[in-house]
C-alpha cells in the first residue's frame, strides 16, 4: 500500500512563499515521475510541475519563475518551493506520483490560501 504524506499548505499573504512537502511511504518499486497538481474551485485539476526519475522538470507556464520543485536524495520526498504567491494560486494542491506501469498515486491534498 502507497501512501503520500503532504504537508506546507496555509494562508499567506499576496507575495508571500510557502513550501510544500510530500513523502511516498509504502512500497513503489518504480517511482518514473513525482509532481504537484492543484484544482481551484470550479476548475479542472491542472499540473504545476513535475519531476522526473532522471532530473528532468517541467512547469506550468504560470508557475515558472515563481516555482522550483525538487527532491530529496532518497527520492521519496518532492518539494515545491512556491514564490511570488498571487490570489490566483490559491487552491488544493495535490502530490502525485507516477510508478510502474503509469501508476499514479495522489495525495489527500492541502489547501493553499493567498489573501490579505
Known amino acids: 500500500q502507497v501512501q503520500l504524506v503532504e504537508s506546507g499548505g496555509g494562508l499567506v499573504e499576496p507575495g508571500g512563499s510557502l513550501r510544500l512537502s510530500c513523502t511516498a511511504y509504502g512500497t513503489i518499486f518504480t517511482i518514473n515521475a513525482m509532481g504537484w497538481y ?5 476548475k479542472e485539476r491542472e499540473l ?3 519531476i522526473t526519475s532522471g532530473g528532468s522538470t517541467n ?5 515558472k519563475g515563481r516555482f522550483t520543485i525538487s527532491r530529496d536524495n532518497t527520492k521519496t520526498t518532492v518539494y515545491l518551493q512556491m514564490n511570488s504567491l498571487q490570489a490566483e494560486d490559491t487552491a ?3 502530490c502525485n506520483v507516477e510508478g510502474y506501469k503509469t501508476i499514479q498515486y495522489w495525495g489527500q491534498g492541502t489547501q493553499v490560501t493567498v489573501s490579505s
Open 38 to 42: 492543484r484544482q481551484a474551485p470550479g
Open 48 to 50: 504545476v510541475a513535475a
Open 59 to 63: 512547469y506550468a507556464d504560470s508557475a
Open 92 to 94: 488544493v494542491y495535490y
